[in-house]
């Protein structure tokens, strides 16, 4: 993984588990900012954070594939 991908899934995981927090606290209508348009379009695409997750995973693994077979 090069240092993208790494930062990419530090910010996921961040988020994910403020989502997680804020839910225990019976928050909503939150306003979530991050500088990774990826990780905020998997967001956007799945609200649900655990969807949204294994979507950025996959992605992940798609391009270390490039890597491997490109």
Do not use: H, Q
Not at 20 to 38: G, I, Q, R
């Amino acid at each position: 993984m090069d240092g993208f991908l790494d930062l990419s899934l530090a910010e996921a995981i961040a988020i994910r588990e403020s989502l997680f927090w804020l839910k225990a606290l019976c928050m909503d209508n939150v306003v979530v900012e991050s500088d990774y348009l990826m990780v905020i379009e998997m967001l956007t695409i799945s609200p649900n954070i655990d969807t949204m997750f294994v979507l950025l995973l996959c992605i992940m693994g798609l391009k270390d594939l490039d890597k491997v077979y490109g």
